[in-house]
């Protein structure tokens, strides 16, 4: 898209009516363009973004400036430290060079101070790249920068990230990513190319921030993980595709759910899975099998249902048009990717797609996340064997662990309220800081619940915030995982949160639901409850109760553990 | 070509193309600033798949003389 096709686009794509996600872009250069290219990026995935600018040359000032920001990233250039350093700094003495150094650590240190309570902090590393490559050995700068970066990586700050900006300039070649001619005249430096690539390379985060991260990634077999037909080929003239295989072994090792959907017979599948001596892919990292002859919408559907996830957090992989086309069509929330004609640009196609499911801090429940995914899919099938819902629960010897302002939970509980979108009452997203200042805090008590039953340990699955107020507690938050939906668990939650409230002192207790897009399933909870309704509206609707009227449902098959 | 040309500035001013008149400049259009002048130079470049001189920069002063300008790139 041309630059005045995304400017025309961005702005029919902006949602007055929406939250917006408030990004702040400071920068010692001018980055005006980065405006529109990083909303863009966005919105096209249902981000409500915003960005606004800081000064020119202004890092440290407007790092007091703004406030109630989600996301701060910074462009600090090494050749606007002092205007034209990247032809003075040869010439600078040891002692110019190292006072400049410890200038801008201390400016580093400030800023950072200043921003430690937003929730994303993204700066770039130092770079001389553009002015510098043509330089066989070390020089000045490459000193400036390295001890910059150094510090910058020494920096344990919580919400920071820092951006390997020198990967995205590779990528768009260093002379598509600069303008020379405006960084003389204005001090602009970096092209709409270098913007389109840089926003698309830190999208992840901004994803994750909003709970758009993919959760499965499901295959067609045929020339999809294999190259051939195998009713066609047989089993011994298919060739797996091993990269492909390998890289969704990581991914599901990470805790992502690999599916399959193919058109074959679910035997001769099985046979390839557990024989075949190159694929790579085995029984225990494949979390659901739709093999059968049915058409791909129902199997896809019949997927997301039974993993209880939604279809837009799928991401689907077929080298058919048809069936790549069909889904596209009937399904658009899906991600579909159609293994491309080379075998190396698939490999490359399936690296960038890692991308889509992002997820750096790793807690126990991803790793063991493929096991738990496996469980409910038995679950699920036990769960139609029966019949009877509360037979099937009273059988499943259902037990809540409970823990109270748990630092230990910090990164679990922060990526629940970043993912939890169906069973989630107010869909407050907070990073580790905001929990950390939760926990930290005596008006609030975080409570988050374990749930294990006789087929395995779901880990950390739900999450109350109560916030204490004026006499009243308030449930700012509460969040189940899908995990471990449909086992009446949210009525033994409401309970022990009740009992929390009672032992606080407080009577009241009050709540509210804020209706989106996904969250239709629990828009009469707090009803279901015994809340009384306050307000409501289109939007939201708010409830309160007097905890000594709370009756609950009584499940006691349902245990109850304290977790520490 | 003209009406190309009204439609980058259009969409990089962010007004109405009939508020775009041939005589129209930083002068008349408030929405047209020294910013906006670099982006209608980088969206005109992208449009018409020309390289702008920075002579041409300076001159793009009007409406009018954007048009000669990007006529005498094209070639």
New interface residues.
Partial sequence: M????I??AN?LLENKDSSTYKITILSNI?V??AKDLCEYSLRVDNVNAFVQLGDYDNIVQDSLKFKELNAVVIFWEMYNFIDGLQYKSELLSQKGVNDLIIKIKIEIDIVFNNFNDISLLIINKFSNLIFNQYELSKNKSDFIIDELNKYLTSKNQINLQIIDIDKVIAKASIKRSV?L??FY??K?LY??EFYREYFAHIKPLFLLANGKIKKALIFDCDNTLWKGVLGEDGFDNIKMFQEVQYLAKILSKSGVIIGLCSKNNAKDIDEVIQNHKNMILKSKDIVIKKVNWEDKVSNIKAIAKELNIGLDSLVFVDDSDFEVNLIKEELPMVKVLQVPKKECEYNLLIRNAMNLFYNPSQTKEDLVKVTMYKTQVQRVNQEQKIGNIEEYLKSLKLEITTYIDDINSVARISQMTQKTNQFNLTTKRYAHKDIEVFINNDNYTVLAIGVNDKFGDNGIVGLAILEYNNNIAYIDTLLMSCRVLGRNIEYRFMDIINDIVISKGFEKLSSNYIKTLKNEQVSDLYDRYGFKILEKDEESTSYTMLVKRYKGKKLEYIRIKNGK | MENRIKNVLADVLMIDVALIKDDASAETIEEWDSLKQMNIVIALEEEFDIVLTDDDVIEMLNVRLINYIVQERIG
């Fill in positions: 041309k630059y005045s096709e400017l025309k702005r001018m005006h363009q303008d001619r405006y005249s204005s602009t092209s709409i």
